[in-house]
């Protein structure tokens, strides 16, 4: 959907299909104009469809909550072929969503639910830059952050894809600099220690990215991520960092945003208790941001900030400048595969037909589990240690994207939208929480993860193979979900009648496999763009806006009003509620203030 058209875009590629819309230079409307954004016709209302009510008919003899007939060791030993017919393969990803209640007719309707309520229209605005994160009324394009040099994508008339390759370069030039020694701190002495100042979208991605990459990058070379307020981050990460010695990247697109901003400062006061001279904030001082004005102010010289752009959201910036410090670790030639592989998932997104597109498939899935069989929360579960921010970063990637209650037009949902995202990295999660996921009253949809080849073999005669156990693991997870273990083989193990209702396993609890080749930076762009294509694909359907974030500016300007109340600045005042009175009278008391 678009509210309105504000861009053109023709993506040019070698090999593939170009995409071409037609130029409008029609200038949207403000989104604050009365009468709203205007949704269009064929962004169906899911509830609206014909699909809708086919798959609510479905779900009513497939629930795993409320029907027993759709029973997966039924549907395995019935169709022998299941386990191959209920999967794709593509870019190196092998989806098996076999082990998912569904069948034939279920992903049917979900594929026709997608088709009514126009999700490749939806995706060809986003695709061509138009408005369609319409309360803010901007374009949404990530996309463009990894679109070949050769590509066209207009921005109110003008290719914004050289102004991406510039700070591309900019970025790439910077980090072969710290890299290499070539740029030294204030005293003379080389970069050991970047630090990343940022939260939000301008933290989970680079954390994650330089955990899952951690194998690609420059080990004489540490990042560190500060993002909390809590001053203990600030302290931990710095305690033993030499202020010569440490770069730090203040990473905030709106360079206004209170941990950011403060963490900034009181760096800059940790640097120059130790270099004394202001002139040092150039050596040890870079900032990323689309706000040249504050970055300016707080004393960087913008020389030294690598820009983006408002049509990319906080959420989806980690391929942008917001990826310096990912850069400066893992080297120019891995961040650009990074982006290749980002684009690589973006050609399939938009050229794959449905049933073999790998972010339909995991996105009409969930929100099969999620809207007809009442799964309240989705557990991401990779089987790959440097995997283990993943979750963190999937959590935002959704839940801020899609844990919205109205519609584009302000109406509310009559349907679910976002569940709950959480995971850890397998083997872990086994040993505490997939007790619940196993046996508990909930049922948790999971996205079980693993790569084929380990980057590293590790293990022993005596003890094998450790990527062969931690393979085994994640397979026998996905078997004992769906096929659990009945009472009678729980008997005809010996266990006695009392015990046997604790040891039996229902089953039928949902699970998608990845079986993916091999991590690698542009393996890890293809993972993190099909996620954002599914989360784009369900918003679409959930008929929100998944590209605004209106919760989480509020907690941006709530703590202002509290902290002169705090400090003592200002007397405490009476004009909360008797329950936030009493506990700033407490906390101020404690303090001594
Ligand atoms: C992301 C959100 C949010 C944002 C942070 C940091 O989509 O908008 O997580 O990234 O609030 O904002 P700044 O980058 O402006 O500091």
Same mark, same amino acid.
């Given at each position: ?29 403000? *989104? ?44 395995? #030993? ?31 309707? /979900? ?32 996309? *463009? ?58 933290? /989970? ?87 040249? #004005? ?34 400066? *670790? ?42 007809? /069989? ?88 005596? #003890? ?23 009472? *009678? ?76 109340? /705090? ?27």
């Amino acid at each position: 959907m678009a509210a309105k058209k504000n861009s053109t875009s023709t993506q040019k590629s070698s090999t593939k299909k170009p995409s071409t819309t037609k130029a409008s230079t029609k200038k949207p409307a403000p *989104a604050k104009s009365a009468a709203g954004p205007t949704v269009p016709a064929w962004h169906v209302a899911p509830d609206k469809t014909k699909a809708w009510k086919k798959l609510t008919a479905l779900s009513k003899t497939g629930n795993l909550m409320t029907g027993k007939s759709m029973d997966l060791r039924k549907a395995f #030993a019935k169709d022998k072929s299941r386990g191959t017919k209920f999967a794709v393969e593509a870019l190196g990803i092998h989806l098996d969503y076999s082990k998912n209640l569904i069948d034939g007719a279920t992903m049917d309707a /979900l594929f026709a639910l997608a088709t009514e309520c126009g999700v490749a229209k939806h995706m060809k605005a986003m695709f061509a830059g138009d408005a369609i994160n319409v309360t803010e009324n901007r374009a949404v394009l990530h996309t *463009a952050l990894r679109a070949p040099k050769n590509a066209v994508i207009k921005v109110d008339g003008k290719n914004i894809v050289p102004d991406v390759h510039e700070v591309l370069a900019r970025m790439e030039k910077f980090a072969n600099a710290v890299r290499s020694g070539a740029w030294r701190g204030h005293t003379g002495k080389r970069i050991r220690t970047v630090v990343n100042i940022g939260i939000g979208g301008s933290d /989970l991605g680079p954390v994650m990215a330089y955990e899952a990459l951690k194998d690609f990058t420059e080990r004489s070379i540490d990042c560190r991520y500060v993002s909390n307020i809590d001053g203990e981050d600030f302290y931990e990460k710095t305690r033993d960092l030499d202020p010569e010695e440490t770069l730090f990247v203040v990473s905030s697109k709106t360079f206004t945003t209170i941990e950011t901003m403060t963490n900034a400062q009181t760096a800059r006061a940790w640097s120059l208790k130790k270099l004394k001279d202001p002139a040092a904030v150039a050596k040890h001082f870079v900032a990323v941001s689309t706000n040249a #004005a504050e970055v300016a102010k707080f004393g960087i010289d913008t020389a030294n900030m690598f820009g983006f752009w408002d049509w990319v959201g906080g959420r989806y910036s980690m391929d942008s400048a917001i990826g310096l410090s990912t850069m400066v *670790a893992v080297g120019p030639d891995n961040f650009r595969e990074m982006l290749a592989g980002f684009h690589d998932m973006d050609e399939h997104f938009r050229t794959a037909p449905a049933r073999k597109n790998l972010p339909y498939l995991l996105a009409l899935i969930g929100i099969w589990n999620r809207d007809f /069989l009442g799964c309240e929360t989705v557990a991401v579960l990779p089987y790959c240690q440097y995997l283990h921010r993943l979750s963190a970063y999937f959590q935002q990637l959704e839940m801020e994207s899609n844990g919205k209650r109205v519609q584009l037009d302000g109406s509310p949902c009559r349907w679910q939208t976002s569940p709950v995202i959480w995971g850890e990295p397998g083997t872990n999660g086994q040993h505490a929480f997939y007790q619940m996921i196993h046996q508990g009253t909930s049922p948790v949809p999971c996205d079980l993860i693993a790569f084929a080849q380990p980057l590293h073999a590790v293990g022993s005669e005596a #003890a094998g193979e450790h990527h062969d156990i931690l393979l085994a693991n994640i397979f026998a997870q996905g078997e004992a979900l769906a096929f659990g273990k009945t009472p *009678a083989e729980v008997r005809a193990e010996g266990t006695p009648e009392w015990l046997v209702p604790h040891r039996t396993f229902t089953g039928n609890r949902p699970t998608n496999t990845m079986l993916i080749e091999k991590l690698s930076p542009r393996m890890l762009g293809r993972i993190i763009a099909l996620y954002e294509h599914k989360v784009f694909v369900q918003g679409s359907i959930w008929r929100v806006n998944s590209f605004d974030q209106w919760g989480v500016e509020l907690g941006k300007v709530l703590a202002k009003r509290i902290i002169p109340e /705090l400090s003592g600045a200002k007397p405490a005042k009476t004009a909360h509620d008797s329950s936030t009175n009493a506990l700033i009278a407490k906390y101020r008391a404690l303090r001594g203030r």
